[in-house]
């Protein structure tokens, strides 16, 4: 695709209730991050897959959260039991060759729990 | 534990200022650092910056580092309102490919 596309844009759920979060990275990207941004923060790193392994899922805040990626494309990111300090911003990026400092950013997912 | 420090945290000026937006950084083994634009959600790449002492420009867009200092600099020139959004600079490492992430600067411009 043209650019990182990620789905649904905006989520409210209610406390206790299990989401999921989409990102589609740019086509042939190796590379796929998922960051958070809580209001009035910087981002946040989460996980990091290099194909359809994560080398990387130092930032995962508790066994709430789990992410996967398959066919080295899409990745899914799962909050369980979602808690009102999940509230934030899920930005998803991509990158060609597994350098972070080349990744594109998508336009994240505003979760909103209730 | 690794840390980046940007200031100020918000900055409202007017049409046709120059602005300077700071970023300081305490990081283990230091790869290079980020520039990024983030209007609504997405941020948007800016600049990279590895060695010292060598300005990147971009159009009105200016940033340098200083290693020995440990921090960088974003300048904006003839400020437009366009530039309003949410700077935010970030931290790559060695051996890692997460970045770090300021809390970045607010920066609004009015007309």
């Known amino acids: 695709g043209a650019g990182v596309s990620q789905s649904p844009s905006n989520k409210v759920t209610e406390k206790g209730k299990d989401v999921e979060l989409r990102c589609d990275p740019i086509s042939g990207h190796t590379a796929l991050y998922w960051y958070r941004q809580s209001l009035g923060q910087g981002l946040e790193f989460l996980i990091y897959?290099?194909?359809?392994?994560?080398?990387?899922k130092s930032g995962l805040p508790s066994d709430r959260f789990s992410a996967e990626r398959t066919g080295g494309s899409v990745s899914t990111l799962t909050i369980q039991r979602t808690q009102q300090e999940d509230s934030a911003v899920y930005l998803c990026?991509?990158?060609?060759?597994?350098?972070?400092?080349?990744?594109?950013f998508g336009q994240g997912t505003r979760l909103t729990v209730v | 534990e690794d840390k980046v420090v940007q200031s100020p945290l918000s900055l409202v000026v007017h049409e046709g200022d120059t602005v300077t937006l700071n970023c300081s950084y305490e990081v283990t083994n230091f790869r290079s650092l980020l520039w990024y634009k983030q209007e609504k959600k997405a941020p948007t790449f800016l600049f990279m910056l590895?060695?010292?002492?060598i300005e990147k420009k971009s159009g009105r867009l200016s940033s340098i580092l200083d290693k020995k200092e440990l921090f960088s600099i974003l300048n904006i020139t003839a400020t437009q309102t366009g530039d309003s959004a949410v700077y935010l600079c970030?931290?790559?490492?060695?051996?890692?490919?997460?970045?770090?992430f300021g809390k970045g600067t607010k920066l609004t411009v009015n007309p």
């Open positions: 897959f290099q194909g359809n392994s994560a080398p990387d």
């Open positions: 590895t060695s010292s002492g």
């Open positions: 990026a991509s990158s060609p060759q597994g350098l972070s400092t080349e990744a594109f």
């Open positions: 970030a931290v790559a490492q060695g051996g890692s490919e997460k970045l770090v």
